[in-house]
C-alpha cells in the first residue's frame, strides 16, 4: 500500500519476511514483471499489448543486448522472453554477461540475490541450435519458434509459457 502511495515502479514479489504482519497478502495480488528482449520491433510491440491486457503484468521491453543488460541491473523480473539472435551476441551470451555485471555491482537490487528467473527462447532457428546453460540467475523453461510464420500461434505458446510463471 505503501508503494502505490509513493507512485513506485517498483513492484516486489512476495515475500513473508518483507511484510511479516501482512496476512492478507496472496501471489495473486502482485504483479508478474517480463522483460521482452528482442531486436524486431514489430514482435516485441505485438507481444507487450497481448501481455498488457492481463492487469497483473508489467512487461519491459529491449531491442538490443546493451539495453536489456541495462534494464536488468535496475529492475528485476520474474520471466524474459529472449531473442536468440541479437545484434552483437546471443541470447545466452546477453545472460551471461549479465551474469558478470551482477557479480560486480554493488548497487544490485537486494531482490536479485536469490532470484532465479525463467527465460523463454524465441527464435527461427532450430531449438538444438538454441541450447544454454542456466546461471545463478537465469534458467531456461521453454522454447518458441519463430519459424512456424503463424504469429498468433507464436503469441499464444509464449502466453502459455507466461501463465504458468509463478512469482
Known amino acids: 500500500m505503501l508503494l502505490d502511495q509513493l507512485n513506485c515502479a517498483y513492484y516486489p514479489s ?17 504483479v508478474k514483471r517480463i522483460l521482452i528482449i528482442d531486436d524486431d520491433k514489430e514482435i516485441s510491440e505485438l507481444l507487450k499489448s497481448k501481455l498488457l491486457e492481463d492487469r497483473r ?12 543488460m541495462e534494464i536488468l541491473n535496475h529492475q528485476v523480473v520474474d520471466a524474459i522472453i529472449l531473442d536468440w539472435i541479437l545484434p552483437e551476441m546471443t541470447g545466452a ?32 532457428r532450430e531449438r538444438t ?12 523453461s521453454g522454447f518458441v519458434s ?22
Open 14 to 30: 512476495f515475500n513473508p519476511l518483507l511484510y511479516p504482519f501482512s496476512g492478507n497478502l496472496n501471489k495473486e495480488n502482485f
Open 129 to 140: 541450435e538454441c541450447k544454454a546453460s542456466s546461471t545463478k540467475h537465469f534458467r531456461y
Open 146 to 167: 519463430k519459424k512456424s510464420g503463424n504469429l498468433q500461434n507464436m503469441i499464444e505458446n509464449i502466453l502459455k509459457h507466461i501463465h504458468k510463471i509463478e512469482i
Open 93 to 124: 551470451e546477453t545472460l551471461s554477461k549479465t551474469e558478470q555485471v551482477f557479480k560486480t555491482d554493488p548497487n544490485l537490487p537486494y531482490e536479485w540475490e536469490d532470484k532465479k528467473v525463467k527465460v523463454i527462447v524465441l527464435s527461427g
Open 57 to 68: 503484468i508489467k512487461v519491459f521491453t529491449a531491442e538490443d543486448p546493451f539495453e536489456a
